[in-house]
């Protein structure tokens, strides 16, 4: 099986603006595509990045990696039309994952597996079906299982809160402060951030204060 991961080079992580600045969303970003790398890897697949952009700094996560800047879709889209095994797409920014959960879901033995992200997304997809495409953005999962039943392929959902939370606002900061064990969980430990009982759901803050001034 080839094993996708499709990460945003250039500009990484935009809905964290309000609570970390471009050098932090960049490192920040970084961070969860090692865990990430390291979940698939662990789990006993090989890891493919599919990067808008060459990485930053020269960084090297001993993995190939094809750079393709058209987006999302249409780049995955062409390695669908090209491949001749089952292809999964993993995304980058889902730091809870473990190789387990990822073990759990490649064994999945259905056309199409696809993983619910929060708010609507895809988070992850097993695609075994030769006509499949990828429809990304929006309410993708629905898309996703509309164009696997217009194919007449099997669609299943896989429940898992690691695999669903995908971290792209700061209220997904508080799973990852939660239940994080990898580099961005540290990383985000190491840059102050705890979490917060405000009353009501639990929140994040940063210790020294710097990201309410951000949010005024
Ligand atoms: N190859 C590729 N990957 C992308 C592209 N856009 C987003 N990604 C990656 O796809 C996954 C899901 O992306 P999103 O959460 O929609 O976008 P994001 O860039 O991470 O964050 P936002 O800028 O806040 O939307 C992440 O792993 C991104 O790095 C793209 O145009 N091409
Ligand atoms: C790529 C996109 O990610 P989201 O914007 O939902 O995080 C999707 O899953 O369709």
Redesign the pocket.
């Known amino acids: 099986m080839r094993v996708l991961?499709?990460?945003?080079?250039a500009?990484?992580?935009?809905?964290?603006?309000d609570v970390f600045d471009r050098r932090e969303r960049a490192e920040f970003?970084y961070a969860?595509?090692e865990d990430?790398l390291e979940a698939v890897r662990e789990s006993g697949e090989e890891p493919e990045l599919?990067?808008?952009a060459p990485l930053a700094d020269e960084r090297d996560f001993s993995v190939p990696v094809a750079v393709?800047?058209?987006?999302?879709s249409p780049?995955?889209n062409d390695v669908l039309a090209g491949a001749d095994e089952p292809v999964a797409v993993v995304?980058?920014?889902?730091a809870l994952a473990r190789p387990i959960d990822l073990r759990r879901l490649v064994d999945v033995d259905e056309e199409v597996v696809a993983v619910p992200?929060r708010g609507g997304?895809t988070?992850a997809l097993v695609i075994r079906h030769p006509e499949f495409r990828v429809d990304?953005?929006g309410v993708s999962f629905r898309d996703h299982r509309e164009i696997a039943a217009r194919i007449g392929a099997e669609f299943t959902a896989f429940d898992s809160h690691r695999l669903a939370t995908?971290v792209?606002?700061r209220s997904d900061l508080v799973e990852l402060l939660l239940h994080g064990e990898g580099h961005a969980a540290d990383w985000l430990d190491a840059a102050g951030f705890r979490l917060a009982e405000t009353g009501g759901r639990v929140t994040v803050q940063r210790t020294d204060g710097s990201d309410s001034e951000r949010l005024k």
Request: glycine residues 6%.
């Open positions: 991961v499709p990460f945003d080079a500009e990484p992580k935009t809905r964290l603006s970003a969860m595509l990430v599919l990067a808008t393709d800047d058209r987006p999302l780049a995955i995304m980058a920014d889902l992200g997304g988070n990304y953005h995908d792209d606002e």
